[in-house]
Nanobody, 128 residues
């Protein structure tokens, strides 16, 4: 059971990047997978989550309208298209199994009985 993230890099403010996360050992149609990020000196925060069966998308308020999560079920892969990047988006981005709160905020899965999987991080740097 594994997640492999890729696609980070250096981009200028206003630019775009597309992150990819390949799942192995389980299907993204059976478990929700999403994106999280951790900036230097800050706690990890949820960015986006896609539900398993219906593919419903959930976003943190700070990325709504700029980021889009999608998936290719044939490739068992989750994507994060990031547009309008700002220096404040600089962080290590992780993919992981996810859930969402009652107000739609993406959160990490934790606890016994849940599939908890994290990919390695991919660094996104937004700078001129």
């Amino acid at each position: 059971v594994q997640l492999q993230a890729s696609g980070g890099g250096l981009v200028q403010p206003g630019g775009s990047l597309r992150l990819s996360c390949v799942a192995s050992g389980f299907s993204v149609e059976n478990f929700a997978v999403g994106w999280f990020r951790q900036a230097p000196g800050k706690e990890r925060e949820g960015v986006s989550c896609m539900s398993a069966s219906l593919g419903t998308q959930y976003y943190a308020d700070f990325v709504k309208g700029r980021f889009a999560i999608s998936r290719d079920t044939a490739k068992n892969t989750i994507f994060l298209q990031m547009n309008g990047l700002e220096p404040e988006d600089t962080a290590v981005y992780y993919c992981g199994t996810c859930t969402y709160s009652s107000d739609g905020a993406p959160t990490a899965v934790a606890g016994d009985g849940y599939l908890v999987v994290w990919g390695q991080g991919t660094l996104v740097t937004v700078s001129s």
